[in-house]
């Protein structure tokens, strides 16, 4: 089967650094995906890996160790808007094509 | 289109009736997924499209559910017999659709489905 574990909920500061944590194991692996979800919208796309390292983006980065099923998101100089859900996904190749298949999400509330 | 688009937005029915939902995706996407996210979970794969036909359907959760794709384009996502634990978002989403490519998605922003 395949299981991807995140942190249900996080909470932190205007202005702080958070990390989000996501451990897999999954029955193949062609990349990773982070995705942002404010509440009521559609997933936005935030990043991608395939090798292992740090991928960064402006105020986002993200980590992946394939050897550990392990990776993080790194947001830096949070914002009120940061508040969102983000969701952790394993890409798989199945049928000639990838499919993605999403942790359960972390819900970050980032207060004043 | 400019971006994933579904209908309705929100649609409540009563126990025992079937629905239909419907994802328009992203003009020349190929790939064409639908997802389902229950309160407070993730999103749970159901199907994708590959032009019209259908390579993984393996999380479609009974034969209650059912889904087509015509002209490579738009998709319908039918539920028969609604039962209330079919009451979640159902998210369509698409990609370029090259085959073996790793490609992200574009999601819509769903259909809230209320069964009572």
């Not at chain 2, 126990?15 to 996407?29: A, F, N, Q, T, Y």
């Not at chain 2, 659709?97 to 998605?105: A, D, P, Q, S």
Request: aromatic fraction near 10%; charged fraction near 20%; charge should be neutral.
């Amino acid at each position: 089967g395949q299981n991807i574990d995140q942190p249900t909920e996080m909470t932190a500061t205007e202005g702080a650094i958070v990390q989000i944590n996501c451990t897999y194991q999954t029955s193949g692996f062609n990349g990773l995906f982070w995705y942002q979800q404010h509440a009521g919208e559609a997933p936005t796309f935030l990043s991608y890996n395939v090798l292992d390292g740090l991928e960064e983006k402006g105020r986002f980065s993200s980590f992946l160790s394939r050897s550990k099923g392990y990776s993080y998101l790194l947001l830096k100089e949070l914002q009120m808007k940061d508040s969102a859900s983000y969701l952790c996904a394993v890409s798989l190749f199945s049928g000639g094509y990838n499919k993605l298949i999403f942790g359960a999400g972390t819900r970050l509330a980032v207060h004043p | 289109g400019a971006g994933v688009s579904q209908s309705p937005s929100n649609k409540v029915t009563e126990k025992g009736k079937d629905v239909e939902l419907r994802c328009d995706p992203i003009s020349g996407h190929t790939a064409l997924y639908w997802y389902r996210q229950s309160l407070g979970q993730g999103l749970e794969f159901l199907i994708y499209f590959q032009g019209n036909s259908a390579p993984d359907k393996s999380g479609l959760p009974s034969d209650r559910f059912s889904a087509e794709r015509t002209g490579g384009s738009v998709s319908t996502l039918t539920i028969q017999r609604t039962q209330q634990e079919d009451s979640a978002v159902y998210l369509c989403a698409s990609s370029l659709g090259n085959r073996g490519r790793v490609e992200k998605l574009f999601f819509g922003s769903g259909t809230q489905l209320s069964v009572l």
